[in-house]
């Protein structure tokens, strides 16, 4: 099954951390472009970062510069992003993108940042 399947999310205060994962099954990651997206209430869904597969070439949100970090493990097929010094205005679902010859989403994670 062709599937991209986020997990790491959860309730954090704020200044904390979170580690999101997106694993990519039934395809491979090589030749995608990966994006990590986020969707507050209300809001519309935002790039926050992405990381092409071959290059290895990042780019983030000014919003998010400097405490988010997007990485991949080539082996495991997964993406990675490294959220610190989490702020309320984080909170957000957050959505796994491939983008290449095809295109899929992962089903959301739930980030909360609140005291």
């Known amino acids: 099954q062709v599937q991209l399947v986020e997990s790491g999310g959860g309730l954090v205060h704020p200044g904390g951390s979170l580690r999101l994962s997106c694993a990519a099954s039934?395809?491979?990651?090589?030749?995608?472009?990966v994006s990590w997206y986020r969707q507050a209430p209300g809001k519309e869904r935002e790039s926050v970062a992405r990381?092409?597969?071959?290059?290895?070439?990042?780019i983030y949100a000014d919003s998010v510069k400097g405490r988010f970090t997007i990485s991949k493990d080539n082996v495991a097929n997964t993406v990675y992003l490294q959220m610190n010094s989490l702020r309320p205005e984080d909170t957000a679902v957050y959505y796994c993108?491939?983008?290449?010859?095809?295109?899929?989403w992962g089903q959301g994670t739930q980030v909360t940042v609140s005291s």
């Open positions: 993108n491939a983008r290449g010859t095809s295109e899929y």
């Open positions: 039934g395809f491979a990651l090589t030749n995608y472009h």
């Open positions: 990381i092409g597969w071959r290059s290895g070439i990042t």
